[in-house]
């Protein structure tokens, strides 16, 4: 539920101290939005000197309405968190065992197997090892800009019973159908609809006041435009794909649910541990817990993203901390921010910040760089006090010094870090994208 362009980079060593939001994590946050990378952005911290926030930005920037604690985001795939918590919660209830076949809750003519051709089980659909794609492939096609919005319960019926595995899986398929399946499964497990069963077991027992799937009249004013770059676009709607992505969330209210998994007096403490602890190893040696990703270190993590927004949430239980991002476009990764924030000294950030250069300065940099193994082409060229970037296959971008032979995009979070040889001759470039770095060679015939 995801849409990139050019996201994440990581680059100086900046030692910050993990009671407080940084001011250089501050710092950055404003320049982004000041920058329109992102429309708003919202972090909060629980740690052992308590809670800390820092919103900054617009919720609507046509209307400059200032996104606060209170400001709704789409959260997207951190919806699984909670469908996997309701698992677990219906579980410990004994509403039902997790290795129950998934057919005994579908109509007679449906019998879904994994590629392995065993019958695929519930706590398949919670940890991604069902086999099932990502998507089913009859969704509606007429309204990308809203993908699920009329995905129903009969839809997917269709879609499974002409479901066949086709190659032998030996471990983790991210799959938003099977935990939109899941959850309707859930809800009819309780004669209700997944959106009423996760309010009376999940959102109302942990106090959630402003977590909705469908989210009430008296609160719609706090709902953030969505944004793809300074586009607004559609927000996401759900009816069978619900338990994959459906839920809005404040970030008082993400921080909230995050740190209950630290409390063992939380009503769902027991469904916590059971959700938050290894349920499943892939073939990489990932581990994964119902929804939830763990890292070596044993931390819960996730990030969501719909057509306008991008989320994320981080639980150490080891340390006590609890980290969360939201934001309102699709197109303003802040992966770097999440991992700097997680472990600093590891995952340093560089500022977006603009360092003079004139025309003269520029034209060093300009020319054609080429990437051999993907087939690529980056042309550098000047324009006034910034260059213009254009990759194959992409709209040209600007691009704006940083120092230090360092460029950063306004539009997306990427970076641009030139090569020199011994004799300070411009030889080639580093495109950071995501954690990844691609390597350009400048071409010699210009």
């Known amino acids: 539920m995801k849409y990139w362009l050019l996201p994440a980079l990581f680059l100086l060593f ?115 090892s069902s086999g099932l794609p990502r998507l089913s492939d009859n969704l509606d096609p007429s309204t990308p800009e809203d993908p699920y919005k009329n995905y129903s319960w009969e839809n997917m019926l269709q879609y499974l019973k002409t479901y066949s ?48 799937i469908q989210v009430p009249e008296q609160s719609a004013k706090n709902l953030a435009s969505p944004y793809q770059g300074t586009t607004k676009v559609s927000p996401w709607h759900f009816k069978a794909y619900a338990g994959a992505g459906a839920l809005k969330s404040t970030i008082e209210d993400l921080l909230k649910y995050g740190c209950a998994y630290l409390d063992k007096s939380s009503p769902l403490a027991d469904a916590m541990e059971l959700a938050g602890t290894i349920q499943f190893t892939d073939q990489r040696k990932d581990n994964h817990g119902y929804a939830w990703f763990l890292d070596q270190k044993g931390r819960l993590y996730h990030e969501g993203g719909t057509g306008g927004f991008r989320s994320y949430i981080c639980i150490d239980k080891n340390t006590g901390r609890v980290i969360t991002i939201l934001t309102n476009t699709a197109t303003g990764d802040l992966n770097d921010l999440f991992l700097h924030l997680i472990d600093p000294e590891i995952n340093p950030i560089l500022l977006s910040k603009e360092t003079p250069v004139t025309a003269e300065e520029l034209k060093e940099y300009t020319g054609t760089y080429i990437n051999d193994a993907y087939g ?69 015939t210009e």
């Not at 410990?92 to 392995?116: C, H, Q, R, T, Y």
């Open 376 to 444: 690529m082409q980056l042309l550098l060229s000047p324009e006034e006090n910034h260059l213009i970037s254009k990759l194959t296959g992409q709209p040209p971008y600007p691009i704006y010094y940083r120092g230090e032979n360092s460029f950063f995009y306004k539009v997306v979070n990427a970076s641009i870090i030139i090569d020199r040889d011994e004799f300070d001759n411009v030889v080639g470039l580093i495109l950071k994208q995501n954690g990844q770095e691609l390597l350009f060679i400048k071409s010699d």
């Open 14 to 128: 900046i030692k910050t101290s993990p009671a407080q939001i940084p001011e250089t994590v501050k710092t950055e946050v404003q320049l982004r939005v000041d920058n329109t990378t992102n429309p708003s952005i919202a972090i909060g911290i629980s740690d052992s000197l308590g809670q800390h926030f820092f919103v900054y930005g617009y919720k609507d920037t046509e209307h400059h309405l200032k996104a606060d604690k209170n400001t709704l985001y789409e959260i997207g795939s951190i919806t699984k968190t909670f469908t996997g918590l309701l698992l677990a919660s219906m579980s410990i209830e004994g509403l039902l065992d997790p290795k129950e076949a998934v057919s005994e809750f579908l109509p007679d003519n449906i019998e879904l197997k994994d590629p392995e051709g065993k019958p695929v089980n519930l706590k398949q659909l919670a940890t991604h």
């Open 165 to 212: 595995p086709s190659i032998k899986s030996k471990g983790f398929s991210y799959s938003n159908l099977g935990f939109g399946l899941l959850g309707e499964i859930l809800g009819s497990i309780t004669g209700g609809t997944y959106t009423s069963t996760l309010r009376k077991k999940v959102i109302i027992p942990l106090q959630l006041e402003h977590t909705y």
